[in-house]
């Protein structure tokens, strides 16, 4: 059974920092995309960036470029959403989610969830 687990949320001030952590367990192979969404109060959820797990490809949507960064531990079993210069258009609940094969930009295009964890930015 697939299962991933987030932690690393939290409140920070306007040009803050903050690292996710995405914890994957329970895939058989290493064909699977990981991506990082993120909602905020009376908005769709919207894609952040996504990663395909042999690190050939990694995309990060417009509004993140730049300040965000995905990324991979040893293991290849953690995914990370380093968060940079953060802007308080950046609140919300930030979800890690996986679908087998290549990435996807639309969230409903993903199988497997995280718990979500929040994410505050204030100035």
């Given amino acids: 059974q697939v299962q991933l687990v987030e932690s690393g ?17 329970g895939y058989t192979s290493s064909n699977y ?22 690190g050939s490809s ?13 990324s ?3 293991a290849k079993n953690t995914l990370y959403l380093q968060m940079n210069s953060l ?3 950046d609140t919300a609940i930030y979800y890690c989610a996986a679908r087998w094969g290549g ?3 639309s969230w409903y295009q993903y199988n ?3 718990q979500g964890t929040q ?3 204030s100035s």
């Avoid at 920070?12 to 914890?23: E, F, K």
């Avoid at 969404?37 to 990663?51: C, M, Y």
């Avoid at 990694?58 to 995905?70: H, Q």
């Fill in 112 to 114: 497997y969830w995280g």
């Fill in 33 to 54: 995309c990981v991506g990082w969404f993120r909602q905020a109060p009376g908005k769709e959820r919207e894609v952040v960036g996504s990663i395909y797990r042999t």
């Fill in 119 to 121: 994410v505050t930015v």
């Fill in 87 to 89: 802007k308080p258009e």
């Fill in 103 to 105: 990435c996807a930009e």
């Fill in 9 to 25: 949320g939290g409140s920070v001030q306007v040009g803050g920092s903050l690292r996710l952590s995405c914890a994957a367990s």
């Fill in 58 to 70: 990694i995309n990060y949507a417009d509004s993140v470029k730049g300040r965000f960064t995905i």
């Fill in 72 to 74: 991979q531990g040893g």
